[in-house]
DNA sequence: CTGGAATATACCTAATCGGGTATATAAAGA
DNA sequence: TCTTTATATACCCGATTAGGTATATTCCAG
């Protein structure tokens, strides 16, 4: 299982990572409150904790899991390119770039807009 | 294919996406820059176009391709929770554990550290 | 030390998906 | 018209993966 991307494409996983927001939860807790088998939410765990969305501590039989959202930093990440598309001017660029001409490489890359 | 966060896991789509974000392209420009098979460039624009993350315009025998980056709000607004845990205070988290909802409460609660 | 609770893991299977190749379609140019 | 360019799609295949079931492990209680 490779990148974070991967990690968070599963429903179930988000679940659990949503769960975890709003404090640590022990395996238990999280199967009744997500209704999922057991072993499903252990192999979602193991994944998570692999990919160091979560870490855990040993609370007599129990695993109390909890967050460590650093890697989502990175989702975050390659999300900021594209912030800009939606905070404001998107038609100037559309009706712009209409003509561009595609025949040879287009190395240029326009700047945002240019007032 | 479903979800935002099933399109976006495929990192041939992460590189159009991020391509595309200086401007629109041709597939064949695409397709040189990203150095993939053509095949595989038109497979994951439809993905991408089924799923409302570019949409295309027809120039003669091309198609242009361009961002259209609403879709990416979902994953940034699934994001946003988190973004407390790496910003900083950890004291935000306090406040979010007041919205735990009781009603799907386990039979055991661990009576770790409750106040 | 025996039984039961909590969690992890091994195994199998069905479904999905991405790559590769070949081909279809459409438009431009000679 | 015939050819070339540009893109889309159909098909097959190998790999990955998530779910289900059963079992192993660990720890507490009696």
């Not at 807790?29 to 692999?50: A, F, G």
């Amino acid at each position: 299982m490779a990148s974070v991307f991967e990690i968070i494409a599963e429903p179930s996983r988000r679940a659990i990572l949503s769960l975890l927001v709003s404090s640590e939860q022990s395996v238990g807790q999280i199967e009744r409150r997500l209704q999922m088998p057991q072993p499903t939410v252990s192999k979602h765990l193991r994944v998570l904790r692999d990919a160091g969305f979560v870490e855990s501590t040993v609370d007599a039989q129990r695993r109390l899991y909890r967050l460590k959202p650093e890697s989502l930093r990175e989702v975050d990440a390659w999300l900021a390119p594209f912030r800009r598309f939606w905070s404001a001017h998107l038609d100037a660029l559309e009706n712009h770039l209409d003509r561009v001409d595609p025949s040879t490489t287009p190395t240029a890359i326009p700047a945002k807009r240019r007032p």
